[in-house]
C-alpha cells in the first residue's frame, strides 16, 4: 500500500512539472507574439508611412487619440481625399492620403509632412509637436540654403501666395519621388525685410534658388510629400 502511495505521488508530480512547462511555453509565445505584434510597424522616417495599409493600423500604432480620419480637398479644392492625420491639434502633422478608387481609408497614396500655425479646425495652436524627416536628408523646416546644398545646385520654384505657391519644380533626379513646397516663415513676414521679401517673390511666377532677388531671405520647408512609388 505505501509502494502504491508513492507512485501515485510520482504521477501527481510528473504530470504537474509537464503541465507548469507547458503553460509556460503557451505564455511564451503569447508573449513573443505580443512583441512581434508590436514590431510589425517601425516609424522613423517620412517613408516608413507606406508600410500603413489603412487608418486603422495607424490608429492602433500611434494611439487613437493621436490620429483623425476625415475627408481633405487638393487641387484647388476640387479633389476630395480621405486622410488620417497624425498629431491634428498640433503646427507639425503628418496627412496619410489614402487611394481614391478605394473608397475609404484603405491603401496608401501618398503621406505628406506639413508645419502650420493652425490646427485641422483652424484654430491657432502653440503646440510645435514632432515632425519626421526623410531618408533623403529633405525635413520640415529645412532652409532653403541647406536644401540647395543637399540638392547639389540650384532649385527652382514657384512664387508665393498662390495654389501652387511655393511648390519646388526644379530638384535633382535623386528627389523625384518627393514634392517640396516652400514658404516664408510668418515670423520673417512680420518684419520689413520678410514683407519686401513675400511681396517680391509673390505670384504665378518661377523663381530660382540663386536669383539674386532670392539671395538673403529666410525661406523654409512647410510641405514635404512623398509618393512611396
Known amino acids: ?3 502504491f502511495f508513492v507512485l501515485l505521488m510520482m504521477v501527481v508530480v510528473s504530470v504537474c512539472f509537464v503541465t507548469c512547462k507547458s503553460n509556460k511555453s503557451e505564455n511564451g509565445n503569447a508573449d513573443s507574439d505580443t512583441g ?3 514590431q510589425k510597424y517601425e516609424v522613423k522616417y517620412l517613408e516608413d508611412f507606406v508600410q500603413f495599409e489603412n487608418h486603422d ?3 492602433e500604432y500611434f494611439g487613437e487619440k493621436n490620429v483623425i480620419a476625415m475627408e481633405w480637398y487638393l487641387e484647388e479644392g476640387t479633389e476630395p481625399y ?3 492625420i497624425l498629431n491634428p491639434g498640433y503646427r507639425h502633422k503628418i496627412f496619410v492620403y489614402w487611394d481614391q478608387e478605394s473608397g475609404g481609408y484603405t491603401d496608401f497614396d501618398f503621406v505628406e509632412a506639413t508645419y502650420s500655425l ?3 479646425e483652424w484654430k491657432e495652436t502653440e503646440d510645435e509637436g514632432e515632425t519626421y524627416e526623410s531618408i533623403t536628408g529633405l525635413f ?3 532652409s532653403l540654403e541647406d536644401m540647395v546644398k543637399l540638392n547639389g545646385s540650384a532649385i527652382g520654384f514657384y512664387g508665393f501666395g498662390w495654389d501652387y505657391g511655393g511648390y519646388v519644380y526644379a530638384m535633382d533626379e535623386k528627389f523625384s519621388k518627393f514634392s517640396v513646397a516652400l514658404c516664408i516663415p510668418d515670423s520673417y513676414i512680420a518684419t520689413p525685410e520678410g514683407t519686401e521679401a513675400y ?3 509673390a505670384g504665378d511666377r518661377q523663381f530660382k534658388s540663386d536669383d539674386e532677388i532670392v539671395a538673403g531671405h529666410q525661406i523654409e520647408i512647410c510641405r514635404l510629400s512623398y509618393n512611396g512609388e
Open 57 to 59: 493600423q495607424m490608429a
Open 140 to 142: 520640415v523646416g529645412m
Open 36 to 38: 512581434e505584434e508590436k
Open 1 to 3: 500500500m505505501k509502494i
Open 118 to 120: 493652425y490646427d485641422v
Open 82 to 84: 480621405k486622410v488620417s
Open 199 to 201: 511681396l517680391n517673390l
